[in-house]
């Protein structure tokens, strides 16, 4: 015999490894078993089978890997003795999960225990089968299953009745050969069959709309009764729970009837008083009382019903929540949430209670009554609860406050009757919470702000006393920075007083020294030292006094280690050395941010999948999205009269402005801008690191006129990578004309395109009577993963094209970078066309092909034309 | 449906697993990391319930012992209290008086029960005098085939001495 199996039996190895002091002893002898184990699994030894497979079942609930154990368990399964078998399944749903193939192997020893003599193995076949089978063997083992729902014993029916649910679940196809036989369950007596035969009922309905409508139909009156029966039953001691007779019964009827009586006023009719009875009869002073309320309260808000039933309900859940027991509130507040959808009013009645469950002490009830007082909050009320929440906020754990934040934030923006309320709220959430405010929410803070003209003095000085006294706010730090570069003018002369307000006196110093303390917080990340130096450029024109002063710090950041950083101040540098006299042109005040096409972007951009960027959902795709393109030839187009209206996007607008676009797409071009003056134009310019037109020497005017002359190099501005040759080209003295070289180097496209596109054939896009789409592939060198696409537009009507734009969409392992197009005319009759540089990055490069749904929008006759097109066609290996 | 049952010892030990639904052993070993951590810091007069992965956990202490059960959002949590308290006063019955080290030594009895009670992740039996005679006749059962296993082995002895 082995001399390891004979060693210990069970008992001894639990107790061995109880015994240990230490995760390494319980490990060691944990090694020492299993290395036992897998001898005497190897010299097949049949009489320590079950004990091997017993130690392994616990190991395993140790969390060790027990593998090398599957093939005992089919063994023991095999063999003939119940004993076996019981230890054998036992370790079989243990062991494996639906997953594992060796599962397979079980299907025929599970066939033939299920046709077995013996009741108990077929009891433990069905038991295996009901937990762990696969799609595979439900297909296979449905029919026994089924003859089983009519065994003698009803111990089996009930099992047998249970496994058809997970075989139902697994495949659905399946559900019409049990509708009868399950039907036939709904009239036994035995309360295990009944309430398994109901629960596969509901099961059933859920997955096949041929049973709910037979159910409905044949067994509605039925359940009623046995519903009815229960509930009057006299005191059974077998069933009977701190009063009621067998909950659980109880408790599935009236769920299966909900799903009955959905959507079908009939049987919800036939259903209202057994419904009455429940609700008013029903002891509610235990847990088992109570959970019959609840599933009650539930199927009487899921049914069709006049409403009488309705205030019961309501009334009940309203004892509910005044319960002192927390589980009771916690499934009030649940139920609650579902009853504001029919009636908000008499909800409404138990607000206060709901806000006091906000601040409990439980964070499964507050996360339960914040969601309930959302649903909640409406014109009349917001004011005070939205007071109420933010005092609590002061108060409420860590955990709990992102929450909370994301909450008020929301419906503060929600229910913004006035703008000064509004900003009142926000300050003070961001000086609570500002870090757990998300971005798109202090975005659309300064947005208003922006809009809100007479409230700039009033909020500038409100958010410098707030960053006084909080400055661990990084939110709160950006928005202040943000409103004080942009109206430090207002903070220091105390413009647009408001008489709410108290005086302040703050010297222009000490505007300087907030920006300051702003840069040089040792927790301040990237963005907010960003904006804070633009912030230092805008206060350095608006305080002359101060600009060495400002120098100075900026200065300080020339050998930041953060490109972004050293870029930016020395450009900014740079700026206010040589040029004082364009940088009061530079940095005057923003234009008012559009709030309606701001608030539309976020909508929009929310819930689509456009998106490529696949990281936070401030990173706003820059390139895909349609307003992208468009303005390019506007800004170009200054002089000429048909300007339309830029539709430009706010949130990259705001980033841009911000100029702390630091997503990993090139920074977007002063494209967004609207052509509205030049400084602005300039303004973004020098936001992305372009002080090149300043260098020039030209005024902004002869920049502009200048580009006009050569349209294609300027817009391929956009697609600059290196941003710090730029910088260093720019320091030679330039004219109108090194500047095209600049940019004429940086168009990547074409050139690329001639070294390395002999690989990939050029491609018709797309073509129909109007127009063609050609795309030319290239690849950049090193990354097989990116391709560089330039689509070529070619009008083929007799027609002008105006407002020309192309979109394109792709899926989420693809990841995609639209540059602007070179223009957005398309001559007539194929004279000319239009070039568009696309980078299209495949996260799934060598599996799957690039797909690519685009979308083209263009004016011709002042007709609107809008082309769709999937495009699948696209070589492999891209 | 119940997704799984878990039953952890107050040192964070597990006593007992069963899992409804497929979760790779991996996925499993973190659910039980992330869980304890969860319910064992929960003070003792919190609700019984805790929002985890889009899932419902009801929980209930009985003395060293969390038992643990994981049911959908539209679940009744109050009944899943009620089961829990179901299975411990048949394991009471059946151990007279049970207590975590019946739970350790003789875990497969205690998944026995378990496998009477529950199905496919739904209550399969709500009488605990049924389950307790069902769990009492398979007992038998193996009891036979050990004596006659004994007795076989015994008349073998015999006649080879």
Redesign the interface.
Known sequence: MNPFSSGTCL?DM?RAI?ACKTAAEERAVVRKECAAIRASINEDDQDYRHRNL?KL??IQ???Y?THFGQMECLKLIASA???EK??GY?GL??LL???EEVLMLVTNSLKQDLNHSNQ?IV?LA??AL??ICSAEMARDLAPEVERLLQFRDP?IR??AA??S??IIKKVPALAENFINCAASLLKEKH??VL??GV?LCADLCKVSSEALEYFRKKCTEGLVRTLRDIVNSPYSP??D?SGVT????H?RLL?LLRILGQGDADASDRMTDILAQVATKTESNK??G??IL??CV?TIMSIEDDGGLRVLAINILGKFLSNRD??????ALNMLMRATTLGAQAVQRHRATILDCVKD?????R?RALDLLYLLVNDNNVKPLIKELIEYLEVSDQEFKGDLTAKICSLVEKFSSEKIWYIDQMLKVLSEAGNFVKDEVWHALIVVISNASDLHGYTVRALYRAFLTSTEQETLVRVAVWCIGEYGDMLVNNVGMLDIEDPITVTECDAVDAVEVAIKRHTSDLTTKAMALIALLKLSSRFPSYSERIKGIIVQNKGNVVLELQQRSIEFNRILQKHPKFRSALVERMPVLDEATFSGRRAGSLPTAISTSSGAPSNLPNGIAKPATAPIPDLLDLSSDDVPAPSFSGGDFLQDLLGVDLSPTPAPSGADMPPKASTDVLLDLLSIGMPLPVQTGLSASDILSSSQDDKAPFVNFNGLASLSSLSANATSPANAAPMMDLLDGRGPGPQKSEENDQAYPSLVAYESSSLRVMFNFSKQRGSPQTTLIQATFTNLSSNVYNDFLFQAAVPKFLQLHLDPASSNTLPASGDGSITQNLKVTNSQHGKKSLVMRVRIAYKTNNKDVLEERQINNFPQNL | MIHFVLLISRQGKVRLTKWYSPYSQKERTKVIRELGGVILNRGPKLCNFVDWRGFKVVYKRYASLYFCMCIDQDDNELEVLEIIHHYVEILDRYFGSVCELDLIFNFHKAYYILDELLLAGELQESSKKTVARLIAAQDSLVETAKEQASSISNIIAQATK
């Open positions: 008992r639990i109880r017993a079942m616990f609930m140790l969390g890997p003795g119940f004993p019981r230890i036992l749903m243990l999960d639906e997953r108990y009891g069905l038991c009901g937990n111990n009930k099992k249970l496994c649910i997970r309360h295990g309430i398994t629960q077998e069933y729970i067998d909950p659980y019964l408790i769920k847990n088992a109570n959970a609840y599933e539930e927390n589980n009771i509130r916690y499934v002490s439980d964070a499964s009830i996360k």
